[in-house]
């Protein structure tokens, strides 16, 4: 591993996160490139988590702008405080003031709402702006969004252009839920991040749950490995293994067995089609399938 690329990983591990040299090498070219990143994967495998952990190893903000269905340029960039603005009206009516002034005041900094885009290009260092599900919104907001990013810079009728003096460190999260558009893939560096394997499972689950003993966090990762196999409609991710072995050590378990498997499926599984499955699957092979062999 080069020197620069070993720094990032230590960073990061630093920073609670199991990292692999592709996450440490994309996470050090977008830094250093200054690209945004664009990652994608399964739901639950620490994609967003991949964002929080650079601002805490970068010492700056996290700007989040969760995506969501018609999620429109004003939602994500600024909007007027008309509640304030129409108290401001009320209370200045019979003013002799000239009624051009009046309107300038009630459209100045002092009634913008600014949201996360607005906020990323106006701070006084570069925060890390997280995009998060940007396939959960439509191409109009993809395309206005490489806008941005093109001049980091944009412009306010009322007030003028507001341009970044610290332009953000970009992530962007998909998990695929629609195509994105060749621009925005052209514009970004590209991580896919897939279900960890049996061994960064088991370094995960001890790192973010501590009080758990080997045993155990070798029977959950063999356990999750063995159950993506299966054909679900909802494969759990490192979210689920991670909430089951919380689960797990606060009942006191030092083991997997076929009662407590039983008693704590809920915090894996979250479909019921998918428990049946899984239950006529142990009924066939028996849970010794799911376990590490001694």
């Known amino acids: 591993m080069r020197p620069e690329i070993a720094k990032i990983s230590e960073l990061m591990e630093a920073a609670e996160y199991v990292t692999d040299a592709p996450v440490a090498t994309s996470v050090h070219l977008s830094t250093s490139l200054h690209k945004p990143l664009l990652i994608e994967g399964h739901a639950g495998v620490g994609k967003t988590e991949i964002a929080k952990v650079m601002s ?74 997280l995009i998060d ?29 507001i341009k970044a003096a610290h332009p953000p460190h970009v992530v962007l999260t998909s998990n695929r839920t629609r ?70 050590a606060v009942l006191h378990a030092d083991h997997l067995d076929a009662a407590l498997v039983a008693e704590t499926l809920g915090c894996v599984l979250k479909d019921a089609d998918d428990i049946k499955r899984f239950q006529a699957e142990v009924a066939k092979s028996g849970l010794g399938s799911f376990l590490p062999t001694a």
Request: with cysteine; charged share 30%; aromatic share 8%.
């Open 56 to 129: 805490r190893m970068l010492e700056t903000n996290l700007i989040r702008l969760q995506c969501y269905e018609g999620l429109d340029a004003a939602a994500a960039l600024y909007e007027w405080n008309y509640q304030k603005q129409l108290l401001h009206i009320k209370l200045g009516e019979g003013s002799t003031r000239p009624v051009g002034e009046r309107e300038h005041e009630i459209f100045s900094e002092a009634f913008l709402l600014r949201r996360p885009l607005l906020q990323a290009i106006s701070q006084d260092s570069a925060p890390v702006l």
């Open 133 to 161: 599900e940007i396939d959960r919104a439509d191409e109009e907001l993809e395309a206005f969004m490489l806008e941005v990013f093109a001049e980091w810079q944009v412009t306010i009728p009322e007030i003028g252009t």
């Open 179 to 248: 195509e994105l558009s060749d621009a925005l893939r052209r514009r970004c560096l590209y991580l896919w991040i897939d279900y960890p394997d049996f061994d960064k499972e088991v370094r995960i689950v001890e790192r973010k749950v501590p009080e758990i003993n080997a045993r155990l966090a070798h029977d959950i990762a063999r356990f999750m490995e063995r159950m993506r196999g299966m054909r679900l409609s909802k494969v759990p991710g490192v979210a689920e293994t991670l909430d089951w072995a919380q689960a797990l």
